[in-house]
């Protein structure tokens, strides 16, 4: 479902599954490049630090993620848990591919912090419209809305 028209639409679409739910809302860092965690990300900052990752320097620290999956090492789950617990993790991660490992960063830290953030996958059609997105909010229910 379309609202508006324009910069400014709004559209409503329905996660193909919902990995972990919850809810947040941010601007859209978006790459069609996978990403690793492990080396991939610095976890006392939230920055981008893979020199041939497209999002190489931008920090996902309360962003939401856009991505197709990760890549990597099972280490990236320890990586994502760190930056959940500096605070300089992404507030949401939308992706296109299921990524265990990313799931279960975000798990461990529910279950050890209480805190958690959501990881959702798209299928194709809505995850190029959440690649265009300026901004999202994701919702426990699936939805997502993206803006602009």
Known sequence: MSSGAGAGASTTIRAAQ??????????VVASRQMLSFWGGVDPATGTVIDQRHSLRGQSLAGAVLVLPKGKGSSTGSYVL???????????????NHI?????????VNEEFNGRGIPVVVLDDADFELALAAKRAELFADGRVVLHG
């Open 99 to 107: 990524d265990e490992i990313i799931a279960l960063g975000v798990v």
């Open 81 to 95: 848990l760190d930056s959940l617990v500096a605070g300089v993790a992404p507030a949401g991660i939308v992706m």
């Open 18 to 27: 919902v990995l972990v739910a919850g809810e947040a809302s941010g601007a």
